[in-house]
């Protein structure tokens, strides 16, 4: 669901087929009733409990829509929504492909292999690919570990964990790449953790992939979680991860609150000790999650961006399609006329801001508004496609796949004397 909409519910966008979507039901519809009980006054949690129910049963929605004079019955009937934690891929360029991997749950591996081979339909050969990790909070560490093998040769390791009372545990690539090398780039951010964190620091250190972002969240403990009563657990950590060089991925956490700790981020948060060396012989250091080898900050978001990502575009989305055809031809991209019509449209009702400031994020608005006008006319896996397709940090990604192919060249090179001199002696 949405923002609040003058006291009201608004949907943000129904999956594409789930129950919500098949029956009709689309982005900026104004939740009026639900089951004859009205929303007037209810917060979003309090509606979606009306929603919620057994699976198979019914549930009636009635909705305001903009642009049609008389409220729209919907009967949904409930079920389970499933999500893809690998999204559709597609070709940035011919050659250079892009996925993003949402989560890491059960089927994650599996779906990367299917999604790779779907796009092998389209494409000989690939000549780059790049790895979106972005807010991606990790998951199951076999799924993890199944990612990095796909890329790796056999027998690489990717992860290690030990503690004072347990072992080393290692875990190498099974199956490998089986000789499928083409040059990688990783995208990862500050919100990018746990397994994302050890599928980017395994290919860092062998030199496979370059890793292009932020610094990610430092999250490396194996835990394990004993029930307690009322719903409550205890989580007692008893090792922690390391990545193939040996780096300790977890950040420092003593001395801090846990406010601190996951809003905070202190960026010099590596240890200066923990310093390690990759396959081809880089300088990286542990302690403080996984430092790209390239950096690209997304800048913070200043009060009209804030106020457009609230409820801005939103509105204006639902008022413009209140009149418009929400037929849009693939490729469409707001023209000037649409720039200007948001423009007015934010004057008019209240938004504060100069011409400087519009003008000045003039591409991130068109992006973000892109992005909205996508969710109705057509599904929010659509306007995540193009989101991705517009972005300035996946361009940069691709200006670097000719240096993420030279890194891992030289790796290969820096290995391969490594081995003759073992040889020799």
């Known amino acids: 669901m949405g923002p609040q909409t003058n006291g009201k519910t608004a949907v943000k966008a129904p999956f594409p087929g789930s129950p919500a979507y098949k029956v009709g039901i689309r982005p900026g519809d104004v939740i009026v009733s639900v089951n004859d009980h009205t929303t007037e006054g209810l917060n979003t949690t309090e509606i ?64 990367l292999i299917e999604t790779l081979h779907k796009l092998k339909t389209d494409e000989s050969e690939f000549a780059g690919l790049i790895l979106d990790l972005r807010d991606n909070p990790g998951g199951l560490l076999n799924e993890g570990v199944a990612v990095a093998d796909h890329f ?66 430092g999250k490396g403990l194996v835990q394990t979680v004993y029930p307690m009563g009322d719903g409550t657990g205890l989580a007692l950590t008893w090792a922690h991860f390391y990545t193939p060089s040996g780096r300790l991925i977890q950040r420092d956490y003593s001395n801090k609150s846990f406010f601190d700790y996951y809003y905070h981020r ?27 080898d390239e950096k690209y900050e997304s800048s913070k978001l200043d009060r009209l961006q804030a106020e457009l990502l609230r409820t801005g575009l939103f509105n204006f989305t639902r008022f413009y399609f209140g009149s418009h055809s929400t037929q849009l031809p693939k490729g469409w991209m707001p023209d000037d006329s649409v720039v200007a019509d948001l423009r007015a449209y934010l004057h008019q009702h209240g938004t504060k801001f ?60 820096v290995v391969s004397q490594r081995m003759a001199a073992h040889g020799q002696r």
């Open 48 to 111: 979606a409990d009306l929603l919620k129910g057994p699976r198979g049963t019914s549930v009636k929605i009635v909705v305001s829509r903009e642009g049609s004079p008389d409220f729209l019955t919907f009967t949904v009937v409930r079920d389970e929504i499933s999500r893809k934690s690998v999204q559709d891929a597609f070709w940035v360029k011919p050659g250079i492909a892009y996925v993003k991997i949402l989560s890491f749950n059960e089927t994650t591996s599996k779906e």
């Open 152 to 217: 790796l040769p056999k027998g690489a390791l990717i992860v290690s964990h030990r503690g004072r009372a347990a072992p080393e545990k290692a875990y190498v690539a099974q199956r490998g790449n089986r000789g499928h090398e083409f040059p990688m780039v990783v995208l990862v951010n500050r919100f990018s953790a746990s397994a994302a964190e050890i599928v980017s620091g395994a290919l860092q250190d062998h030199d496979r992939a370059l890793i292009l972002g932020e610094t990610t969240f």
């Open 266 to 292: 202190d960026e010099n948060a590596r240890n200066p000790v923990d310093v390690k060396q990759t396959e081809g012989g880089r300088t990286v250091y542990g302690g403080g999650g996984i430092t790209p």
């Open 354 to 413: 100069t011409d400087e400031d519009f003008d000045k994020h003039l591409p991130w608005i068109k992006r973000n508004l892109t992005h909205e006008m996508y969710t109705t006319a057509f599904n929010v896996d659509d306007a995540d496609a193009m989101f991705e397709r517009i972005d300035p940090e996946v361009a940069k990604a691709v200006e670097l796949m000719p240096k993420a192919a030279a890194l891992s060249e030289s790796a290969k090179r």
